[in-house]
């Protein structure tokens, strides 16, 4: 089962910044919080992913609570290809779990004109 | 350049039959995966190799065999294939070190399988 809780679906506007929550309560320790999203069809693709510093590069922001509980994706400038769903998952780096990435359902995010 | 390769995109088959489903990466990669995503959009793992070992097999029929001849490839065939087969299957790859995975993975585009 999936160890995040994200809202079902966002609406943003274009050129504004889309900020996607996730819960993740349960993190332990050694484990870190990665984004991916999935544009229609396409396979998923990898955004981000972080321990407990917040994160940047050229697609997004990632703002991880000091207690870990939760995250913050965030888009700075939102386009219409941006449309897609968002997956927050947390995951250990190693161990029996070797690799594995539990999705959930996901925050589908429209960005319109 | 495609980094994770799977071939075909789209295959339309009877029940019954056996097909394969080939996946390619060129990223250097040592550990590659199967997803399937059903109907309801759910993106769950079906298997995991590392350097051609296997290392997670989730529950899936046994009808399900993964094969990796090499680092870069990793191919799946399906026996006596049934309706509820029916799904979009993405091969994926990241790179492990020291036993972790604590990079980005790298999905395929997919390949739709429908089953009449």
Redesign the interface.
Known sequence: DAKTTQPTSMDCAEGRAANLPCNHSTISGNE?V?W?R?IH?????????GLKNNETNEMASLIITEDRKSSTLILPHATLRDTA?Y?CIVRE??GT???????G?GTILTVHP | DTA?SQTPKYLVTQMGNDKSIKCEQNLGHD?M?W?KQDSK?????MF?Y?NKEL??NETVPNRFSPKSPDKAHLNLHINSLELGDSAVY?C?S?R?T?????Y???????TRLTVV
């Open positions: 870190y990665y991916y999935q069809s396409q396979g998923p693709q990898y955004i981000i992913h769903v997956y780096t190693g779990s070797y690799g594995k990435l539990t999705f359902q | 994770v550990t995966y997803y959009k759910f993106l769950k793992i995991s590392n290392i997670i993405f994926a990241s492990t020291g036993g972790k995975t604590n980005g993975y790298t999905f395929g585009s997919g």
